[in-house]
């Protein structure tokens, strides 16, 4: 879980509580407890499994399928090694393929580890800072009981609105409907770089092309909100120093999460193919130093807000949309040694210097 998401947790559960939190990152976690204490207690805790001992209502968020076996099933750390409990409440908010997560939910439902609710989230680290993430969630029949629903909606208001967590179905209908919509937006986005890319290619005004597809209809939430073009829409990423958000790699395993779920469904999901591959080359090439998907792959002479700077290839990102200025090599002008641009790689945020920018310094992202 990100730092956005706990701070609405301990920012808006009860006061006299304490929120008992555990993480790999042990530095993280001091972090979150020097900024966030002033808001009720918190306790750093050392394994999933002491969580569990001391909370009747868990939220868990990893990034992968066997991390989450790891903290819910390890014998001697995981949930289950915390003994039986009713009255438990796990949600799991980690984007997972939907047969693990109905086989990690089987396996401690019926070990008496709790009740087990997949409750994927969708909104990106806007939703989360603002606290109106959606969440789509998932659980078995005899869990769906007056008390357990609205101790759900209430634990996730925390972090949403109550309209916005949603019951999708059975254990693991809330991981497919998560996955259908990163399908839809990841392939869409791919499909909005490349459109831009052309179309600015093509000599198109980028304010112009953008307003006319925004009236249109090619508009949508990817292009309306998420726009890769720089400067064209003031809140999207690509026109705010290119923030690191969602990984290139993460958009990657979530569309092949979708594309397996497809698969299994013996549904076509070509279309997700075409696009998992755009966002592999984006995550394999050395050059990309955005912190999300790399899509267009274009090459462009077309001048932006800088004059010095070309924007020479569309690189986007699955949630937050950004176009990186890439293969510097090709720009005709070498930037002055006191220009400063911002690069970002994923969350790590590192910095990248191509030969050519000789600032003292680069400006990362948060």
């Known amino acids: 879980m990100g730092f ?66 790891e903290i819910c099933l390890h014998p001697e750390t995981g949930v289950v090694a915390a003994g039986p409990s009713k009255d438990r409440l796990i949600l799991d908010s980690s984007t997972l393929s939907v047969s693990a997560a109905k086989d990690i939910g089987q396996q401690l439902m019926d070990d008496g580890a709790g009740i087990y609710i997949d409750t994927p989230v969708s909104g990106g680290a ?40 949603i019951l999708c179905g059975r254990v693991g209908a809330g991981l497919t409907t998560k996955l259908v919509n990163n399908y839809i937006a990841l392939a869409s986005l791919a499909v909005a770089a490349q459109g831009a890319a052309f179309g600015v290619r093509q000599g198109l005004d980028p304010q112009t092309l953008y307003q006319c597809v925004k009236g249109s209809t090619g508009a949508s939430l990817v292009w309306n909100a998420m726009c890769p073009v720089p400067g064209v829409n003031p809140h999207s990423a690509s026109s705010n120093s290119f923030k690191a958000g969602f990984s290139s790699r993460l958009g990657l395993k979530d569309i092949s999460l979708a594309i397996k779920a497809g698969e299994e469904a013996d549904i076509d999901v070509s ?96």
């Open 4 to 69: 956005h998401m706990a701070a609405n947790v301990r920012k808006k559960m009860d006061k006299s509580a304490t929120l008992h939190v555990f993480d790999v990152n042990e530095g993280i976690c001091q972090r979150f407890q020097d900024k966030f204490s002033c808001h009720g207690l918190i306790r750093i805790a050392s394994s999933s499994k002491d969580v569990a001992q001391h909370s009747m209502t868990l939220i868990t968020m990893v990034p992968m399928d066997e991390h989450a076996r």
């Open 271 to 366: 279309m997700g193919r075409v696009a998992s591959e755009l966002y592999r080359q984006a995550d394999q090439d050395p050059r990309t130093t955005v912190s999300l998907s790399s899509l267009g792959l274009v090459m462009l002479d077309v001048k932006f807000a800088n004059p010095l700077l070309h924007l020479v290839r569309v690189l986007t990102t699955p949630q937050s949309g950004c176009i990186s200025m890439m293969r510097l090599d090709r720009l005709p002008h070498k930037l002055p040694e006191d220009d400063h641009y911002a690069l970002c790689r994923s969350q790590e945020a590192m910095a990248y210097d191509c030969g050519l920018i000789n600032s003292k310094s680069l400006s990362l992202g948060n």
């Open 126 to 165: 806007p939703g989360a800072e603002a606290g109106t993430l959606s969440f789509f969630c998932g659980s078995s029949s005899s869990s769906q009981s007056d008390l357990t629903v609205r101790r759900l909606k209430a634990t996730l208001s925390w972090m949403s609105a109550s309209e916005r967590v």
